[in-house]
């Protein structure tokens, strides 16, 4: 019987709109966009401009400092825009898809049978290197850098995050081909965790070339990170990569098909859909198919991603390129009456603030009001009851503040990414922007240690 991992401190955080297990094809979306925002620390450098014509899986931009790795399109169209933010930033590049899907074509091969630098240099240029993430700092991983290790989490324990297993469902073949080309990557273990609380899919459980680790406990037990941390933490001048189920699927389809097939599953959640499902698209498709007719009347928030860590989009805001999922909540724009003095009978706390408590297993319907503004940083011990980490989240965080470089490393900077204190964030009594101040410091430490 292999050994399960109990994860203790966290929290799971009961909403209303969870998907209904049943596959839609989506009705195919007019745009698709990359967003240079969905990949911290890239300084992108733009291959393409309005009005060019491209191919599923040629470049639209690439890395300023890492010219090698690249961004590709998702589908063959017409490039329509480059929407621009402050000073210019590039926020998206959209493309305006074409009737069919035209490919740039790679020659299919089998990963056992390439060394390393062939296997890096068909994925930079296809671009999916961008998929592989490294730990420390949660960047796009250096391919010039061997890992120590390589992480898969087969399970996700967000709000309303999609069930993994259902997800990846009959995508046996191209899972272990992509298992097989990681494997090529690094001399040390592929470490898969999967829920310990029930048997997992075929796809994973037939997964070979890969070391089982079993979970189970609150939110955020499904991180990447966390699981890091409870097997193998990252010290100093260690590097370890980290690679989504999905993610996988599409390195193996490039290998087997030999092309930039970029199709995934995402659940579309929250309390404002009429029928929440799961979609079959392309990465980076719009959301406006998806939601059409299917969202309650009213002013809500769009999110590409969980409520805890997802980013805001608009009503025909395109998915983030690590996204699994789109929730749909009410904006918390409404006076409440009496306030936290309220019974709070229809509230989620972590707290006994409100009777709702009592209600054990209780869905609610959440709003994105925070309930009160920015105040002293104080310490209540709230952090370390949702962060299953042996580090001092405020120590570390107060560290970044002050930009006291060589407390932040004692303190465990190298092992934290954002989504990590997602759960401090949402629990702080000082209406902290735990998140930002959390990259805050991992761009602080890239620039002055790297």
Partial sequence: MPRVIKIKRGLDIRLLGTAEKIYISAEKSRTYAVKPPDFPGLIPKLTVKPGDQVLAGTTLFFNKYYPDIRFSSPVSGEVKSVNRGERRRILEVVIEAESGIRYVEYKPAKPLELIREDIIKKMLES??????????????????????????????????????????????????????????????????????????????????????????????????????????????????????????????????????????????????????????????????????????????????????????????????????????????????????????????????????????????????????????????????????????PVHLLKAILVEDIDRMENLGIYEIAEEDFALCEYVCTSKIEVQSLVRKGIEMMIREVE
């Fill in 127 to 392: 671009g999916l290197w961008p998929m592989i993430r490294q730990r420390p700092y949660a960047i796009v991983a250096n391919p010039e850098r061997q890992p120590r290790d390589i992480f898969i989490s087969g399970f996700d324990t967000a709000p309303l995050a999609p069930d993994m297993d259902f997800i990846v469902k009959g995508n046996t073949e191209d899972f272990q081909i992509g298992i097989d080309a990681l494997s090529q990557l690094t001399e040390g273990k592929i470490h898969l965790s999967l829920n310990g609380q029930y048997p997992a899919d075929e796809v994973f459980a037939k997964a070979k070339k890969v070391e089982f680790h079993y979970f189970t406990g609150p939110h955020p037990a499904g991180n990447p990170g966390i699981q890091i941390h409870h097997l193998r933490p990252v010290n100093k001048g260690e590097v370890v990569w980290y690679v989504q189920p999905q993610e996988v699927i599409m390195i193996g389809r490039l290998f087997r098909k030999g092309v930039y097939d970029a199709a995934k599953v995402i659940a579309l959640t929250g309390s404002e859909v009429k029928k929440p499902l799961y979609y079959k698209l392309l990465s980076g498709a719009s959301i406006e198919p998806l939601i059409k007719d299917n969202v309650t009347p009213g002013n809500h928030r769009y999110i590409s991603g969980n409520v805890l860590s997802g980013s805001k989009i608009t009503k025909i805001g395109h998915i983030g390129f690590y996204d699994n999922q789109v929730t749909i909540i009410p904006e918390g724009d409404k006076f409440e009456f009496l306030g936290w003095a309220a019974p709070g009978l229809n509230k989620f706390s972590n707290s006994r603030t409100f009777m709702s408590w009592m209600m054990v297993g209780k869905k609610y319907r959440a709003h994105t009001n925070i309930n009160g503004g920015r105040r002293a940083f104080v310490m209540s011990g709230e952090y370390e009851k949702v962060l299953p980490m042996d580090i001092y």
